[in-house]
């Protein structure tokens, strides 16, 4: 009796035991499905939910990688991939070519003319002048001709161009009507094409980062430069020469082969910001390394070593319109050359501000 009574209930149990099984499958089978639709990116038609913005389905829906989200107030550049079958593609590509590898085509070694100090153009306009940041391209073509204060006079844009060869890379630009200029200009235009009003923020050039309130300062510089720099850009600033020999995989610093004092580069201010956002290689603007203080010293004590020097003595002619950094006098305020190198800067700024105005 007891027995039978005990078979009674075990069934009853497994009876239950089934039953219960049966429902957290069910259960587990929906929710598998449900996840693996939702992480394949499975939608449902728009129009079911259109109206009920804050439905618990678009909510819950699992949101894409936030780094494959294009940044809208950013440029972005176009891909080479959209050239595809096009009939100018082969120029632009090769201007393209002629940014990166520009050493490989026209520095000492060249196998197009031997025009360069062994740099890239894309040493300083990073990834092919593209990068936010980082001197990219986005504004360029479609400013000129327009008036350079450094000139003094309206420029095409080939003359910037050779602007750049003639300081940074502290050499000679291909002719004006010359393949490589051609390509070169081709590439530009149709890189910064798509610059538009949905771009907001300017993001050409380099970010300029806050003045110290101190000069900035070379030894201090210097360790910073040990600690950060040295591993890529050698204890000599030298750089490191690529296995070809034609070009560098560590560009340098400074020495015979780095830009000249007449560059861009050669102001603090473009220098630090360039650093304190592209560097050490692979610091971003979003994730950069050093401080600003930091990025000031590194600046100066990379600017007061030795390099080419340049006679930029029809430079800036008009001195309100001289760069409160710019490192050669004369000025049209009272401050001396070293405080224009080094700073501070912030009474330089106000004063020079003031004159403007007075004019
Ligand atoms: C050592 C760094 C460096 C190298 C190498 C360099 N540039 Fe530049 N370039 C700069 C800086 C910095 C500026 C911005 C200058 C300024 O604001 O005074 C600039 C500006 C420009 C501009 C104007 C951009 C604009 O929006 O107005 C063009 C075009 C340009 N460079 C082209 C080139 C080309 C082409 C090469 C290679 C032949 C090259 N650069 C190599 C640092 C460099
Ligand atoms: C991990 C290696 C690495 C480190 C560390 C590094 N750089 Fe660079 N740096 C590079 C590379 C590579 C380039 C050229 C980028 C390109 O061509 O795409 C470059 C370019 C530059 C340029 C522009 C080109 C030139 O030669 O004038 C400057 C300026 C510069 N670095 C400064 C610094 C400073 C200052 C530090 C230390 C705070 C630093 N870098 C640390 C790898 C490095």
Redesign the pocket.
Same mark, same amino acid.
């Given at each position: 009796m007891k027995t039978e009574r005990n078979n009674e209930e075990k069934l009853h149990v497994f009876a239950r035991l089934g039953k219960y099984l049966a429902w957290t499958s069910c259960l587990f089978v929906v929710v598998m499905f449900s996840l693996v639709l939702a992480l394949s990116g499975f939608h449902l038609p728009k129009g079911i939910y259109a109206d009920k913005p804050n439905s618990p389905i678009q909510k819950n829906q699992i949101k894409p990688l936030k780094s494959r989200v294009p940044e809208p107030e950013y440029w972005r550049a176009p891909d080479t991939i959209q050239l595809q079958g096009k009939a100018y593609a082969d120029l632009i590509i090769y201007g393209k070519n002629l /940014?990166v590898r520009?050493a490989y085509y026209l520095g000492p070694e060249g196998i197009v003319g031997k025009l360069?100090n062994g &740099? +890239? !153009?894309q +040493? !300083?306009?990073l990834d092919a002048g593209t990068r936010p940041f980082a001197?990219n $391209?986005s504004? $360029?073509y479609a %400013?000129f001709p327009k008036m350079s204060a450094r000139s003094g006079r309206k420029e095409e844009a080939f003359e =910037? /161009?050779a602007e !750049? $060869?003639e300081r940074? @890379?502290n050499g000679k630009a291909p002719g004006r009507n010359s393949r490589e200029m051609l390509a &070169?200009l081709a590439y @530009?235009k149709w890189v910064g094409k798509k610059q538009n009003a949905a771009h907001s923020i300017a993001d +050409?050039?380099?970010k300029k980062i806050p003045y110290l309130d101190v000069p900035a300062d070379p030894l201090k510089g210097k360790m910073v430069y040990a600690s950060k720099c040295s591993s890529c850009h050698g204890e000599t600033g030298k750089g490191v020469a690529s296995p070809d020999e034609k070009g560098y995989i560590y560009p340098p610093l400074w020495g015979r082969d780095s830009?000249n004092d007449g560059? %861009? &580069?050669f =102001?603090l201010g +473009?220098f630090a910001g $360039?650093v304190k956002n592209n560097m050490p290689y692979g610091a971003t603007y979003k994730d950069p390394n050093l401080t600003d203080a930091q990025a000031w010293d590194v600046a100066a004590f990379v600017n007061a070593q030795p390099r080419p020097h340049m006679d930029s003595k029809n430079d800036y002619k008009n001195l309100y319109t001289k760069p409160i950094d710019y490192p050669f006098g004369p000025y049209a305020d009272s401050f001396s050359e070293e405080q224009h190198k080094y700073g501070p800067f912030i009474e330089v700024e106000k004063q020079h501000a003031l004159l403007k105005q007075q004019k």
């Open positions: /940014i520009t360069t &740099m +890239n !153009c +040493n !300083c306009h001197n $391209f504004v $360029f %400013g =910037r /161009i !750049c $060869f940074s @890379l &070169m @530009l +050409n050039s380099v830009y560059a %861009g &580069m =102001r +473009n $360039f």
